[in-house]
């Protein structure tokens, strides 16, 4: 994983101060690209713990098609919660003079989460994000992008049309209401000598928080589905576009880039036909050795 230590030195050394809609501030690149060969092990980001079992959740909750936290909350993935509470805040006038991150702010997150679990109307109606990732992979428009591509690696695996797209602008509009239009908007396999590779563009790259999860998350998708084609796996490419990090995050980054990296971990899957029968239980992560986690808050 030096090539993720080498993007925070990049952007520390030649990135640009700039605003943000959250209004935290970044300092930013644009333009970058890492290559990851999944035959080396799985990358996992080993300088800081990640949680891989809730890139796993998040995952399995993508490729199900699901758009609600209920899921993800009931097994402790506490990733998304930020942007429906606050959408619930701002919709029931609870949002005015109430500090993001303030102690009454968190009390408030707990009780919502709670509401969450425990009320099927109330995470029905504050619970969804609307048309984000799961949707579109599964019902684009009426298309199930994610069936049509794992038809087409088996049936034509050198076809250039391999490609999954959360970006749909007809819905952007209402996935800025309930949560956040799709950070990684396209994906594209690619198939040679019998290994299949993965190749994601992402638009906006919280490099601290969230690109981690994200490298992670492809690269697992992508042993998902040359499990299930029949194919090895080749190399995740990470493309992305205004790369950043928070400035609030800039004392975390010099904890981490500290630290010396450990051997990659490896990743057991058991053998599936069918993409969508995979459950949590299917999958074992092997020899992660990391240093501590380091904490840092979400802008949202």
Not at 24 to 39: A, E, K, P, V, W
Not at 41 to 48: E, I, Y
Not at 113 to 138: H, M, S
Not at 261 to 285: M, R
């Amino acid at each position: 994983m030096e090539q993720y230590l080498d993007l925070l030195k990049e952007i520390k050394a030649k990135g640009t101060k700039k605003e943000d809609r959250t209004g935290t501030g970044t300092i930013s690149i644009f333009g970058h690209q890492m290559r990851f060969n999944l035959q080396d092990g799985f990358p996992l980001v080993t300088t800081k713990k990640v949680n891989f079992n809730s890139i796993l959740h998040e995952l399995l909750w993508f490729v199900k098609g699901d758009t609600n936290i209920r899921y993800l909350v009931e097994n402790n993935v506490n990733i998304w919660n930020e942007w429906p509470f606050q959408n619930w805040l701002e919709e029931t006038n609870q949002s005015k003079n109430l500090e993001m991150h303030s102690q009454e702010w968190k009390d408030k997150l707990t009780g919502f989460i709670d509401l969450i679990k425990t009320d099927n109307a109330f995470a029905e109606q504050y619970g969804d994000l609307g048309p984000v990732y799961g949707k579109q992979w599964r019902d684009f428009e009426g298309i199930d992008q994610l069936s049509l591509v794992v038809d087409d690696l088996k049936n034509n695996p050198n076809s250039r049309r391999h490609i999954v797209s959360a970006w749909n602008p007809k819905e952007i509009p209402i996935m800025i209401k309930s949560g956040l239009p799709p950070c990684h908007t396209l994906f594209q396999f690619y198939v040679s000598e019998g290994k299949l590779s993965c190749q994601l563009y992402q638009r906006s790259a919280d490099v601290f928080l969230g690109v981690p999860y994200n490298i992670a998350s492809y690269a697992l998708l992508t042993y998902m589905i040359a499990s299930v084609t029949g194919l090895k796996v080749g190399d995740f490419v990470h493309s992305l576009g205004d790369t950043h990090i928070y400035l609030n995050h800039l004392d975390q980054v010099e904890e981490q880039l500290s630290r010396k990296p450990h051997p990659l971990p490896n990743i057991n899957i058991n053998k599936k036909d069918d993409l969508f029968d995979y459950e949590f239980e299917d999958f074992t992560l092997v020899d992660y050795q990391s240093h501590p986690f380091i904490s840092a808050p979400i802008a949202v």
